[in-house]
């Protein structure tokens, strides 16, 4: 993007040693040749436990952070690679080691980000992660602002971020805001042909019209942008997207039932979005029909 490389962070979380149809190298393995793997820290770190969104002995899980550059260009932007690689007798036994879900990616970001944000004690991979966030960035986590959700195969206009950024520096009240997300192969067959009509109307009328109020229902996870914190007026810091109310909701483990089924593994980004409304009903949720993405 056109926003600038120093004060970016690419964070990716890898979930599980999983190897794609028709892959001879894993998903890790595949993100990890992407990367310049930075030569002061080990091409091989040691796993750190965290405690999973799951149920049982699935409950333990590890992960490996890597530290790097991604280069496209002229750009080179910090990188950490969060791998989910499961303890050694899940890598052992499992066919997928560590794999939790999205909505446990989500968490290891947010739970990090909650510790960072409300001086709580960290988990060992929370800890490393801090470690080497700030030798990456030259500055304490405490200090990033924004959380900009990217789904991997989705491709974000270059002059979009800038453009993210700057609305919500502009309102301090907005917590949350999304763009248009457009069918990339739009031409490539007439399924995908008329998924541009549903597309193109659940975004520049429905989200449009629920922007006037600041209260957009669903910020889609494919491409949004969450604010980390809020400051008082006394510069106290406010968590947003890691307020430890909406965590610990959003982390709930035992989903026993069709409803909570469909709300925790197929509509989990809605369900966030509900959560930081009904948490803070006086911020806002918007739509920024200049900022898009293709997928």
Not at 100 to 129: A, F, H, T
């Given at each position: 993007?056109?926003?600038a490389?120093?004060?970016?962070?690419?964070?990716?979380?890898?979930?599980?040693?999983?190897?794609?149809?028709?892959?001879?190298?894993s998903?890790?393995?595949?993100?990890?040749?992407?990367?310049?793997?930075?030569?002061?820290?080990?091409?091989?770190?040691i796993?750190m436990?965290?405690l999973?969104?799951?149920?049982?002995?699935?409950?333990?899980?590890?992960?490996?952070?890597?530290?790097?550059?991604?280069?496209?260009?002229?750009?080179?932007?910090?990188?950490?690679?969060?791998?989910?690689?499961?303890?050694?007798?899940?890598?052992?036994?499992s066919?997928?080691p560590?794999?939790?879900?999205?909505?446990?990616?989500?968490?290891?970001?947010?739970?990090?980000?909650?510790?960072?944000?409300?001086?709580?004690?960290?988990?060992?991979?929370?800890?490393?992660?801090?470690?080497?966030v700030?030798?990456?960035?030259?500055?304490?986590?405490?200090?990033?602002?924004f959380?900009?959700?990217?789904?991997?195969?989705?491709?974000?206009?270059?002059?979009?971020?800038?453009r993210?950024?700057?609305?919500?520096?502009?309102?301090?009240?907005?917590?949350?805001?999304?763009?248009?997300?457009?069918?990339?192969?739009?031409?490539?067959?007439?399924v995908?042909?008329i998924?541009?009509?549903e597309?193109?109307?659940?975004?520049?009328?429905?989200?449009?019209?629920?922007?006037?109020?600041?209260?957009?229902t669903?910020?889609?996870?494919?491409?949004c942008?969450?604010?980390?914190?809020?400051?008082?007026?006394?510069?106290a810091?406010?968590?947003?997207?890691?307020?430890?109310?909406?965590?610990s909701?959003?982390?709930?483990?035992?989903?026993n039932?069709?409803?909570?089924?469909?709300?925790?593994?197929?509509?989990?980004?809605?369900?966030?979005?509900?959560?930081?409304?009904?948490?803070?009903?006086?911020?806002?949720l918007?739509?920024?029909?200049?900022?898009?993405?293709?997928?």
């Open positions: 993007t056109s926003f490389d120093d004060y970016k962070l690419l964070f990716i979380i890898a979930d599980g040693m999983v190897t794609g149809s028709g892959e001879t190298r998903t890790p393995e595949i993100l990890l040749s992407m990367i310049e793997l930075d030569e002061n820290w080990s091409s091989a770190p796993p436990p965290y999973a969104v799951a149920e049982g002995a699935a409950r333990e899980n590890m992960a490996k952070v890597y530290v790097g550059w991604y280069s496209a260009g002229e750009h080179s932007v910090p990188t950490i690679v969060v791998v989910k690689c499961g303890t050694p007798v899940e890598a052992r036994d066919a997928k560590g794999n939790r879900g999205k909505r446990d990616s989500q968490l290891i970001l947010m739970n990090w980000l909650s510790g960072i944000v409300s001086n709580k004690e960290l988990c060992p991979l929370e800890y490393d992660l801090c470690q080497k700030q030798y990456l960035l030259g500055v304490t986590p405490d200090k990033l602002e959380v900009l959700a990217v789904d991997a195969d989705t491709a974000v206009d270059p002059d979009s971020l800038p993210m950024v700057a609305s919500m520096v502009l309102d301090p009240a907005v917590i949350g805001l999304c763009g248009e997300t457009r069918i990339a192969n739009k031409r490539e067959s007439w995908t042909a998924q541009v009509f597309y193109y109307l659940s975004q520049n009328l429905s989200k449009a019209f629920e922007s006037v109020f600041g209260n957009v669903c910020l889609p996870g494919c491409f942008m969450w604010r980390i914190y809020a400051r008082r007026e006394d510069g810091a406010i968590p947003i997207l890691c307020h430890p109310d909406i965590v909701t959003y982390a709930r483990t035992r989903v039932t069709l409803h909570k089924k469909n709300l925790f593994m197929l509509g989990e980004d809605r369900f966030l979005t509900t959560l930081l409304l009904s948490t803070f009903p006086r911020r806002k918007i739509y920024v029909p200049r900022a898009f993405c293709e997928t």
